[in-house]
Nanobody, 116 residues
Framework: QVVLVESGGGLVQAGGSLRLSCVAS????????MGWYRQAPGKQRELVAS???????NYADSVKGRFTISRDNGKRTVYLQMNSLKPDDTAVYYC??????????WGQGTQVTVSS
């Protein structure tokens, strides 16, 4: 079981920026895919962005050009830089990792609130 600790959420005005961080309890070399998901009230959890061990990235259409996912293997951390935030980005953001073994783990979530 990989333990994930998220941070960086908060309240920001529309047009502002936040950077989320997710620190893993194991070396990232044991992890295949790292991703950020979000869940707004009354909605299903959705993929926001993901990054593979080789650095390939994938983004939801709604965040392309505004959000950037990156990983620092030395710090065992994956980041989500969020720019030009919109009220529709308001949600609980969750970090997710899929290990090379196929097992996946979730963080506890961090709240992002964007005011208009």
């Amino acid at each position: 079981q990989v333990v994930l600790v998220e941070s960086g959420g908060g309240l920001v005005q529309a047009g502002g920026s936040l950077r989320l961080s997710c620190v893993a309890s194991v070396s990232l070399f044991r992890i295949n895919i790292m991703g950020w998901y979000r869940q707004a009230p009354g909605k299903q959890r959705e993929l926001v962005a993901s990054i593979t061990g080789g650095g390939s990235t994938n983004y939801a259409d709604s965040v392309k050009g505004r959000f950037t996912i990156s990983r620092d293997n030395g710090k065992r951390t994956v980041y989500l830089q969020m720019n030009s935030l919109k009220p529709d980005d308001t949600a609980v953001y969750y970090c997710n990792v899929v290990q090379n073994s196929g097992k996946d783990s979730w963080g506890q979530g961090t709240q992002v609130t964007v005011s208009s």
